[in-house]
């Protein structure tokens, strides 16, 4: 939990191309007051955090440096990074069974440390691997929570707003489910100016011209990783952005609701699987579900994102 009176510190487990470009993004953000940037190639981390604290003159008072296990204990968030990256080619979910026992070991770490704060994790496939971070930490499930489908719901409101041709601030929606292959969009929540995206596209005002095609969006939005994959071998600046908002939520106690993947216990009539709904996140993670009005087709697709997931924790008994 973050507390006013108490410095902001974050961990960061796994120094690589995602958990170094945060790390940049955070500093620069000014919400932390202390980051500390830990990978099990010591030397790695040691030279990531050097690089980032030479620039100190240019960021707002920030202390950065190497860390250790040490650090879990007093952070305010544990972000976790760390595990094999996805390979061109190759799914999320085949990813799993590589990063479930580094996962297993390092949420009873943090666990184990005392740490009173939030577990976010990165790490792919993140629904499956924030229930495996949350059966190992013992931890009450708002505590332990996954980036989830934050990343996707940005590509979203990109995407929408080139269709729509305003700016992607002013447009609101959620990809909601399984970070990956059985995402899909919430089309039934997503508003311009107020207005349902099919009204506001219908009516003179949008500058879209023509109806747009709503799968191409979601397929765009479902393929991005996989095309960034294929072009320079991972995908970090956009994700970078999505976690500095997500800590930023959370070190700000802002309850800011962010389609973050969360336990569900009955939410949607769904039972122990982590996926993103959208959520109410504060100093505590995540502390409220929000129950939306989800079409048939919109709940029916949250169950198959369900059952795939139930399906691949099932896979690592
Ligand atoms: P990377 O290979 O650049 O970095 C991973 C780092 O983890 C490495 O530096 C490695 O040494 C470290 N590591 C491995 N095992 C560790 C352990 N047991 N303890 C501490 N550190 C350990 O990979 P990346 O590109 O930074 O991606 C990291 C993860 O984030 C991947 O699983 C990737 O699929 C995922 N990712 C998630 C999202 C999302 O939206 N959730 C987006 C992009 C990438």
Redesign the pocket.
């Known amino acids: 939990m973050v507390t006013d009176s108490k410095k902001r510190k974050v961990t960061i487990?796994?120094?690589?191309?995602?958990?170094s470009t945060f790390a940049y993004a955070l500093a620069q953000s000014g919400l932390a007051d202390e980051i500390a940037v830990?990978?099990?190639?010591e030397n790695?981390a040691k030279g990531q955090a050097l690089d980032l604290v030479q620039g100190q003159p240019f960021l707002p008072q920030v202390n950065i440096h190497a860390g250790s296990k040490a650090d879990y204990r007093d952070s305010d968030i544990v972000l976790i990074?760390?595990?094999?990256?996805?390979q061109s080619g190759e799914t999320r979910i085949d990813?799993l069974k590589r990063?479930a026992q580094?996962i297993t070991?390092?949420a009873r770490e943090v666990a184990e440390s005392g740490c009173k704060g939030v577990m976010l994790l990165?790490?792919?496939p993140?629904d499956v691997l924030t229930s495996i971070a949350l059966k190992a930490s013992g931890w009450e499930r708002g505590r332990v929570i996954g980036?989830g489908t934050v990343?996707d719901t940005a590509r979203f409101r990109y995407a929408l707003s080139r269709e729509c041709r305003v700016d992607a601030r002013n447009i609101h929606g959620y990809i909601l489910g399984e970070?990956g292959d059985s995402e899909f969009a919430a089309w039934s929540m997503t508003s311009v100016a107020g207005q349902p995206i099919d009204e506001y596209c219908a009516a003179d005002t949008c500058r879209s011209g023509s109806p747009f095609d709503k799968q191409k969006v979601i397929e765009e939005v479902r393929n991005s990783a996989y095309h960034i994959i294929d072009y320079k071998g991972?995908?970090?600046y956009a994700?970078g952005l999505?976690l500095t908002r997500i800590a930023g939520a959370m070190l700000r106690n802002e309850n800011s609701i962010l389609s973050v993947s969360t336990a569900l216990e009955g939410e949607y009539g769904l039972h122990k699987v982590c996926l993103s709904v959208p959520c109410i996140v504060d100093r505590d993670g995540v502390t409220r579900i929000i129950q939306s009005n989800l079409s048939d087709d919109e709940q029916n697709l949250l169950e198959a994102s369900a059952s795939r997931l139930t399906e691949a924790l099932k896979s690592l008994e």
């Open positions: 487990v796994g120094a690589g191309s995602v958990g830990t990978d099990m190639n790695f990074t760390a595990g094999a990256k996805q990813l990063n580094i070991v390092i990165v790490s792919n993140v980036s990343l970070h991972s995908t970090y994700v999505a």
